[in-house]
């Protein structure tokens, strides 16, 4: 009864914390979308290559860098979140990407930018990534899925707002006030976001039969630790495919409507906003589904859904253009899925008090993933001459993750 008492009792932004915490969601949108401009850096290298006098090669460097630093400071920032806290560890993330993006601004040449904004920059985007996942995820353990879907929207969804804004900031004001303006706008919004990021006490949890009935089911209290568990080892390597084909499509989505569907570079590039939206809408729908299906047939789902998109794009031929964004629609599609996937599978195999632990290891398969995405399709290119040849591993790709999912992706017990 005292516990039932507290619960009534704690409150959220004034409601009652089972109404308040929908606000938490919002909120991490929010922040999310500030640390996904990272992906709108396509925007900033043209003017940033007549600035610094540099060539398309060098731009790409302190996007390449920031994204190896992202994926590799969000998982240790997992082992010292119980320890810190939420809010300070938004708040610290928050300031060092705002930073980045203001030492940015005065760059004088490549390498500094690569530091500013590869390094300290990306370093604050893996800093601050994880922190309203887990907030979500602590305050909807009876609809985590669902609601670390809708979180991460934010992170997938930010280049169709953030970089047609930062295009206008440039037009208006050039590329250094464009950084500096961002660096303290970034600042300030996910430093006033992190106050009210704070996860419920150890206690809580949300009233109703529904949940009491999910805690029964759901949620046995007997599970191994993540590391001595072979479910551990199946998300990896369906996490690092999924990360590794969507990663790759993404970065040559373009290249491939030039040459192999022979669009008009700016129609290529236009079409990249509705893969964008593909990417952002998916989180939500399959953290749903994970929430309602076993993981291994909701990833077993995203790699038939690869295996479509490859088979349409190895018969793909110069016009074909429905093909081609049915194609990569799939592409961006599944690798939003598996962003969603990835967490609430975290959540749901493993003990959920150690989700911020455990997600980070996890996590680290995005970053092999993201690596060998980025150089595999265009090696393949160099070798071939095509891109054509890039859509055999990925279908061979799925049909490994089918196999792995299938057979490894199930809660253990001891």
Same mark, same amino acid.
């Given at each position: 009864?005292?516990?039932?008492?507290?619960?009534?009792?704690?409150?959220?932004?004034?409601?009652?914390?089972?109404?308040?915490?929908?606000?938490? /969601?919002?909120?991490?949108?929010?922040?999310?979308?500030?640390?996904?401009?990272?992906?709108?850096?396509?925007?900033?290298?043209?003017?940033?290559?007549?600035?610094?006098? *540099?060539?398309?090669?060098?731009? %790409?460097?302190?996007?390449?860098?920031?994204?190896?630093?992202?994926?590799?400071?969000?998982?240790? +920032?997992?082992?010292?979140?119980?320890?810190?806290?939420?809010?300070?560890?938004?708040?610290?993330?928050?300031?060092?990407?705002?930073?980045?993006?203001?030492?940015?601004?005065?760059?004088?040449? #490549?390498?500094?930018?690569?530091?500013?904004?590869?390094? /300290?920059? @990306?370093? =604050?985007?893996? &800093?601050?990534?994880? #922190?309203?996942?887990?907030?979500?995820?602590?305050?909807?353990?009876?609809?985590?899925?669902?609601?670390?879907?809708?979180?991460?929207?934010?992170?997938?969804?930010?280049?169709?707002?953030?970089?047609?804004?930062?295009?206008?900031? *440039?037009?208006?004001?050039?590329?250094?006030?464009?950084?500096?303006?961002?660096?303290?706008?970034?600042?300030?919004?996910?430093?006033?976001?992190? %106050? +009210?990021?704070?996860?419920?006490?150890?206690?809580?949890?949300?009233?109703?039969?529904?949940?009491?009935?999910?805690?029964?089911?759901?949620?046995?209290?007997?599970?191994?630790?993540?590391?001595? !568990?072979?479910?551990?080892?199946?998300?990896? #390597?369906?996490?690092?495919? @999924?990360?590794?084909? =969507?990663?790759?499509?993404?970065?040559?989505?373009?290249?491939?409507?030039?040459?192999? *569907?022979?669009?008009?570079?700016? $129609?290529?590039?236009?079409?990249?906003?509705?893969?964008?939206?593909?990417?952002?809408?998916?989180?939500?729908?399959? =953290?749903?589904?994970?929430?309602?299906?076993?993981?291994?047939?909701?990833?077993?789902?995203?790699?038939?859904?690869? &295996?479509?998109?490859?088979?349409?794009?190895?018969?793909?031929?110069? =016009?074909?253009?429905? +093909?081609?964004?049915?194609?990569?629609?799939?592409?961006?599609?599944?690798?939003?899925?598996?962003?969603?996937?990835?967490?609430?599978? !975290?959540?749901?195999?493993?003990?959920?008090?150690?989700?911020?632990?455990?997600?980070?290891?996890?996590?680290?398969?995005?970053?092999?993933?993201?690596?060998?995405?980025?150089?595999?399709?265009?090696? *393949?290119?160099?070798?071939?001459?095509?891109? !054509?040849?890039?859509?055999?591993?990925?279908?061979?790709?799925?049909?490994?993750?089918?196999? $792995?999912?299938?057979?490894?992706?199930?809660?253990?017990? /001891?």
């Amino acid at each position: 009864m005292k516990l039932e008492s507290q619960n009534q009792d704690l409150t959220l932004f004034g409601l009652p914390a089972e109404q308040g915490r929908w606000l938490l /969601i919002p909120l991490g949108m929010l922040v999310l979308l500030c640390l996904g401009t990272v992906y709108s850096w396509s925007i900033f290298r043209k003017p940033l290559e007549a600035l610094l006098n *540099i060539g398309a090669t060098e731009s %790409l460097l302190p996007y390449t860098v920031a994204l190896v630093f992202y994926a590799t400071l969000m998982p240790i +920032t997992g082992f010292y979140v119980d320890r810190i806290g939420t809010q300070k560890i938004a708040a610290f993330g928050g300031l060092i990407v705002g930073v980045g993006y203001i030492l940015s601004s005065f760059a004088s040449n #490549i390498s500094m930018l690569t530091l500013t904004y590869g390094a /300290i920059a @990306g370093t =604050g985007v893996g &800093i601050t990534y994880g #922190i309203p996942m887990v907030v979500s995820a602590r305050w909807f353990p009876d609809r985590k899925g669902l609601a670390v879907g809708l979180t991460i929207i934010g992170f997938g969804l930010s280049p169709l707002v953030t970089a047609p804004l930062a295009k206008g900031l *440039i037009d208006a004001f050039g590329i250094r006030q464009t950084l500096l303006i961002l660096g303290i706008v970034f600042t300030i919004a996910i430093s006033l976001i992190s %106050l +009210t990021l704070k996860v419920p006490p150890p206690e809580w949890k949300p009233q109703g039969k529904n949940f009491a009935k999910i805690t029964q089911i759901s949620i046995p209290s007997n599970r191994p630790n993540m590391l001595q !568990t072979r479910s551990f080892y199946g998300l990896w #390597i369906c996490y690092m495919i @999924g990360a590794l084909v =969507g990663l790759s499509a993404i970065g040559i989505s373009s290249p491939v409507a030039q040459e192999i *569907i022979q669009l008009d570079p700016i $129609v290529a590039a236009s079409t990249v906003s509705l893969f964008a939206l593909f990417n952002g809408l998916s989180r939500p729908l399959f =953290g749903w589904l994970t929430d309602r299906f076993p993981a291994k047939y909701v990833a077993t789902g995203t790699y038939v859904l690869i &295996i479509i998109a490859s088979i349409l794009m190895l018969n793909a031929s110069s =016009g074909e253009v429905a +093909t081609y964004i049915i194609a990569f629609c799939l592409f961006w599609f599944c690798l939003g899925g598996w962003l969603a996937i990835a967490p609430t599978a !975290t959540l749901n195999l493993f003990k959920p008090e150690n989700y911020a632990k455990n997600y980070g290891i996890v996590f680290t398969a995005y970053g092999v993933g993201a690596l060998l995405g980025t150089l595999v399709a265009g090696r *393949i290119r160099d070798l071939f001459g095509t891109y !054509t040849y890039a859509f055999y591993p990925t279908a061979f790709l799925a049909v490994i993750g089918i196999i $792995v999912a299938m057979t490894t992706l199930k809660r253990e017990h /001891i």
